[in-house]
């Protein structure tokens, strides 16, 4: 497993390994091959030796799933039952291709088990550090990082999304999403109704001008602190 790394005069990093099943070596790693990783922190950094499949992981990338030191075994497949049963079969097949040279790269998201049975979102690239003279990968470097609170947020943007649109589409009352400057960028039929406007007419148009002279002033006010975050509610005309 990887235990450690530093940079030699001639500016190559250089991984230092534990003994290990797999029988004590160093191996060295191009600073190329591994600039982005060093200029990250809390990434997981992994080996793939194609010759004996066999797989080695930092103490970081286990730690990240909430394992320790060796728990992992280092073959293959002890790396692939950790992928979520839902993207094991893509991961494989991305890392399959990539391996064949039928694409560039190997870049993928999706789901690692952690130790207490919990699942985090990672973002896994990998580069082909050494080729056999007919091509084949001889070894694989990789990296990973923790990417759950992004996935969270994507998806919970995604929900309300879906929210707002059946609410845009089944409500009601008038139901609109308004721009800070008023420009009125949604509004369910029943508001289109309301304000005796077809779709591509109202959408763009400044929500302020359907509003009537005598109570525009307030209707901004209104808006204004809504767009702030305070609560407001208000009778006016259109």
């Known amino acids: 497993r990887v235990t450690g790394a530093h940079f030699d005069e001639h500016g190559t990093l250089m991984t230092d390994r534990r003994p290990d099943r797999t029988g004590a070596r160093a191996a ?16 997981g950094l992994w080996e793939w030796d194609a010759t004996t499949n066999k ?8 730690a990240m799933f909430g394992y320790a030191p060796d ?10 039952s950790l992928v979520h049963p839902d993207d094991r079969v893509r991961v494989m097949a991305d890392l399959q291709r990539y391996s064949c040279g039928e694409t560039t790269t190997y870049s ?6 952690c130790k207490d049975g919990s699942y985090k979102w990672v973002h896994d690239r ?5 080729r056999t003279p007919d091509g084949r990968p001889l070894r694989l ?45 949604q509004m369910n039929p029943a508001g289109l109704r309301m304000i005796e406007l077809d779709e591509k007419e109202a959408i763009g148009r400044c929500v302020f ?16 602190a809504v767009i702030k975050g305070a609560s407001r509610t208000l009778q006016f005309e259109i």
């Open 209 to 224: 001008d359907v509003v009537t002279p005598e109570h525009r002033a307030s209707f901004i006010d209104m808006h204004q």
């Open 71 to 80: 728990e992992i075994g280092d073959s293959l497949d002890a790396w692939s």
């Open 141 to 185: 470097l990789g990296f990973l990082a923790d990417i759950t609170a992004r996935k969270e947020e994507e998806e919970g943007r995604l929900k309300r999304e879906a929210l707002l649109s059946l609410m845009l589409h089944t409500g009601p009352g008038c139901i609109k999403r308004v721009a800070s400057d008023g420009t009125l960028l």
């Open 126 to 130: 990998a580069k082909i550090s050494s």
């Open 108 to 113: 993928t998201e999706h789901r690692m088990r």
């Open 28 to 43: 060295c790693i191009s600073g190329g091959d591994w600039a982005a990783v060093l200029e990250g922190s809390g990434m």
């Open 55 to 62: 797989v080695l992981f930092s103490d970081g990338w286990q």
